[in-house]
Each structure stands twice: as C-alpha cells, then as structure tokens.
C-alpha cells in the first residue's frame, strides 16, 4: 500500500471520528478515540461501573465492540478502494458507513443493556461529549427540538472545522502532539459557535439531560483506554 494512501486513510479515520462525537479532547491517551460513542463508553471501567453491567452484558458488549472494528478495518479499505486519492470522496464513504454503523449498533445495545442502563447511557455519553453532542446525535436534536435552520448551522460549523483539521493534519505531518492541539483547538471552537446556535432553554434542557453526575475516573497515561 503507497504511503499516501495510509496518510488518506489514517485523516479519514480521525476527522469521521471527530464528526460523530466530539470529546473536546476529553479522554484521549494515546492518540484520538471517539469517547462520546455510547458503545466505546462501555469499554470504560466507569462507565461499567455506573451502569452496573453483568459479566454477561460486558462479554456480549466486547463481542460487539470488536465486530465494530472489524467492520470499521473493512469500511476503511473499501473507501480507500473506491476513492482512490480523493479524499473527500473517502470522507463522504466513511461518513455514511459510520452512520449506518452507528444506528445499528444503537438498536444492538438496546437488546443487551436494559431501557434504564440505556437511558444512563446517553446522559453519560451527554456529559463526555457536552454541547458538541447535538451536531450528530439524531435522538438528542429531536429531544431539544432542533429546527432545519439550527441544523444547518452546525453542519456548516462541522463542516468548517473538518476543512481546518485537514490543513492542520497536512501542517502537522504525523506530529501527534500538533495534531492533538489542533484538535483540542478547533473542538472549543466548534463548542464556543454551537453554544451561539442553540437557545437558553434548549441549553439548559440538555443539561438537564445529562442527568445524575457521573464519576469519571480515567486511567492513567499510557492505560491505553
């Protein structure tokens, strides 16, 4: 595989990631991981915690975790395959196969976790991802009522940030620690713009949303979680 193939992969893989959960750079030892995705969260030892999972849930939940990489290894070559050099065509695969990845785990976790362990879920999933959570979670923006002007609005912001993470990914060539600061940058950007789009009350609904605090206790660097 030809080096630049694996740099158009491995910006593809990060800004997908970035579009379905942001983290505001929350959460990330060793590299970027999408920690607002409720079906990552469960891999957290606190969250497990929180949700007071069985060893069964936990066994069934890791099996679906790995068929979930496994799908996202394969969805990554087919989106280097049909796109060739043009990453925003890879952009454009990636992004729909993550949707489609993303509604159907969804209904998966619906059938190992119960309709309280589920709820508990997104308000934790809520309080890692914060404001960002609106941009992409489709029961979120109908539970606060988002309108097609708002959503609009924040695709574009998605859209802008999307753009400035590739320049910087491009600038920072392979720096991991350039590429976290961008990150972490450009996330409070698209918090700060985001904030701006949504009303007082739908603010303080999602809060309310987030429900019960939760303990987070991350691991220490180089956990690997």
Known sequence: MKLKNLVLIATAAVLVCSAFAQGGGQGRRGGFRNQGDP???TSREDVQKDLALTDDQKTKLTDLRDKTQQKMREAMTAARDSAGDDREAMMKAMQSI?????EANQKELATILSADQV???????????????????????????????????????????????????QNAQGDQAAMLEARTKNDKILVEEINKVLTDAQKAKLKDMSGKPFVRVDPPAGGGR
């Open 39 to 41: 079906l990552q969260l």
């Open 98 to 102: 993550m949707a489609k990845m993303s």
């Open 119 to 169: 709820k508990r879920l997104k308000e934790i999933a809520i309080q890692f991802v914060g404001v960002s959570i609106v941009a992409n979670n489709k029961d979120v923006q109908k539970d606060l009522e988002i309108t097609d002007d708002q959503l609009a609005k924040i695709k574009d912001l998605q859209t802008r940030q999307q753009a400035a993470m590739r320049e910087a990914m």
